[in-house]
């Protein structure tokens, strides 16, 4: 769950966490409290499905790793809202919120879908029992390709904050971002619907 900000997973500086036939996470660290991920799926599916599936926030929990549940709080325009999500801890981790405003768009030649993720958890108050996740953004985009395939490509960055040691929240991350996109990978087929405003290039 940033940003020519889907850059290209494979240069020198991005590093393999892990794969499979469908799905690889790449990772690299920005600082001491930030590491950037690029996490990608191919897989046969509608443009529309993925933004079904976003907009059904009750399902998080059936597709991001570690999530407990998330809410839309504000909706912008047809194509903004703000959503708060919410994720269990674990021993030594405490639980985190994190707010966040989504903005997409979509290519009207290339038929690319991106999904831009602002931070927005500065403009809303602290929610008691939870850590707020600081300098979250990011970005998703969806390339169409043959035969009815997609790419999906996930690209962002977070600061989990709080007293947390770097190593354990990496780790977290990384392997949350894996089981994330595994996921997504089959519960997309519950949501093959066109979706409005986008265009079906496949």
Not at 19 to 30: D, I, M, N, P, S
Not at 36 to 49: D, F, M, V, W
Not at 167 to 194: C, D, V
Request: charged share 20%.
């Amino acid at each position: 769950m940033c940003w020519s900000l889907v850059a290209a997973a494979n240069d020198s500086d991005w590093q393999l966490y892990k794969q499979t036939a469908t799905v690889k996470v790449h990772f690299r660290q920005l600082d001491k409290a930030r590491l950037e991920i690029n996490a990608e799926l191919q897989t046969q599916s509608k443009l529309g499905a993925f933004m079904h599936l976003l907009n059904d926030t009750p399902a998080i929990t059936n597709w991001v790793d570690g999530a407990e549940r998330a809410q839309v709080i504000a909706q912008v325009n047809p194509h903004s809202h703000v959503v708060h999500s919410y994720f269990s801890g674990f021993w030594p981790v405490s639980p985190r919120d994190m707010i966040t405003q989504s903005i997409w768009s979509q290519d009207e030649i290339s038929g690319v879908l991106s999904i831009d993720i602002i931070d927005r958890g500065q403009d809303y108050p602290a929610q008691k029992g939870y850590v707020r996740m600081e300098q979250v953004s990011g970005r998703w985009q969806l390339t169409p390709l043959t035969e009815g395939g997609v790419l999906i490509q996930y690209q962002g960055q977070a600061d989990p904050a709080g007293k947390l040691p770097h190593f354990i929240g990496n780790k977290a991350a990384l392997k949350a971002s894996f089981n994330t996109f595994k996921n997504l990978e089959h519960i997309l087929s519950r949501y093959q619907e066109p979706y409005p405003g986008i265009n079906e290039k496949n």
